[in-house]
T-cell receptor, first 110, second 116 residues
Framework: QKEVEQNSGPLSVPEGAIASLNCTYS??????FFWYRQYSGKSPELIMS????GDKEDGRFTAQLNKASQYVSLLIRDSQPSDSATYLC??????????FGTGTRLTVIP | EAQVTQNPRYLITVTGKKLTVTCSQN?????MSWYRQDPGLGLRQIYY???????DKGDVPEGYKVSRKEKRNFPLILESPSPNQTSLYFC???????????????FGPGTRLTVL
């Protein structure tokens, strides 16, 4: 069973701070890594994808991947109350399945 | 607008009454998948399809069936629903699956199913 582990939180940060979300995975053959945002009662929405070691930045979001440590993270700079959601880490070994963590609930306090 | 649609969005039914949840995408995606989401268990894959007439089991296929007769549609069938199938169901699609595929998946709005 391929496992994706996330701290369930809740993680609370003040508005304007950096939120750091972490994820570890068990399958060393994993090739594709994704962060999804899910608001309560809504469907997951893809916010970042990363495929190679290092950092990938998109606006206020930065995804970081370290395949040697089997670790992927998401940083949210200048956190806003609208960023309050559950963040799902998803990992694929390039085959047919996408494995999700159980998510980290983030609350940004105004 | 590129999207994945699901119907119905909400369904309350009784044990044993066959039901179908439809899923359709207009992005010409090859890969489609069904997930269920339960508190504390996250998203778990039920079935997936690499293309027309190609389907395979995910992590939790028991009690479910699927078909893929057309590229755009991927219905989920519960032949004899039971209360433990009460869940939030998501359909998703991506351009491709397969080895090395950058399979960003796009999700439908979800179907909340309650089986009494």
């Amino acid at each position: 069973q391929k496992e994706v582990e996330q701290n369930s939180g809740p993680l609370s940060v003040p508005e304007g701070a950096i939120a750091s979300l972490n994820c570890t995975y068990s399958d060393r053959g994993s090739q594709s890594f994704f962060w999804y945002r899910q608001y309560s009662g809504k469907s997951p929405e893809l916010i970042m994808s990363i495929y190679s070691n290092g950092d990938k930045e998109d606006g206020r979001f930065t995804a970081q991947l370290n395949k040697a440590s089997q670790y992927v993270s998401l940083l949210i700079r200048d956190s806003q109350p609208s960023d309050s959601a559950t963040y799902l880490c998803a990992v694929s070994a390039g085959a047919n399945n996408l494995f999700f963590g159980t998510g980290t609930r983030l609350t940004v306090i105004p | 607008e590129a999207q994945v649609t699901q119907n119905p969005r909400y369904l309350i039914t009784v044990t044993g009454k066959k039901l179908t949840v439809t899923c359709s995408q207009n992005m010409n995606h090859e890969y489609m998948s069904w997930y269920r989401q339960d508190p504390g268990l996250g998203l778990r894959q039920i079935y997936y399809s690499m293309n027309v007439e190609v389907t395979d089991k995910g992590d939790v296929p028991e009690g479910y069936k699927v078909s893929r007769k057309e590229k755009r549609n991927f219905p989920l069938i519960l032949e004899s629903p039971s209360p433990n199938q009460t869940s939030l169901y998501f359909c998703a699609s991506s351009l491709e699956g397969g080895q090395g595929g950058h399979n960003e998946q796009f999700f439908g709005p979800g179907t909340r199913l309650t089986v009494l």
